[in-house]
């Protein structure tokens, strides 16, 4: 699962190719029923954002997500360990200034 509100992270993956910084939502990619063998053949698509076609990928939108697992999952932002799970994630307009 990635929740983004920009398009791209990791040397151009396009993993949410439909976000948007400033449409105060979040976009969510959701990979899910998906063999070790159909990943490495869906993950290339990834860079030019045609993976979200596939049939194990869903995508949604939201301004707060709650994510729970079976068991405590690490949560990463941009590349950082900030917790597990469980987590709540929500957009805050302007809570950024970026020049």
């Known amino acids: 699962m990635?929740?983004?509100n920009i398009p791209n992270y990791g040397?151009?993956?396009k993993i949410c190719p439909e976000a948007c910084y400033n449409d105060e939502l979040f976009d969510i990619c959701i990979v899910h029923d998906l063999t070790k063998w159909e990943l490495l053949r869906t993950f290339p698509k990834a860079y030019k954002?045609?993976?979200?076609?596939h049939p194990s990928v869903t995508m949604i939108r939201g301004r707060q997500v709650d994510v729970t697992t079976e068991w405590p999952?690490?949560?990463q932002g941009d590349g950082e360990i900030l917790t597990k799970t469980p987590?709540?994630?929500?957009?805050e307009k302007n809570a950024l200034l970026i020049i």
Request: positive net charge.
């Open 2 to 4: 990635a929740i983004a």
């Open 11 to 13: 040397g151009g993956i």
């Open 49 to 53: 954002g045609k993976h979200v076609h």
């Open 73 to 75: 999952v690490l949560v």
């Open 87 to 91: 987590v709540n994630v929500t957009i």
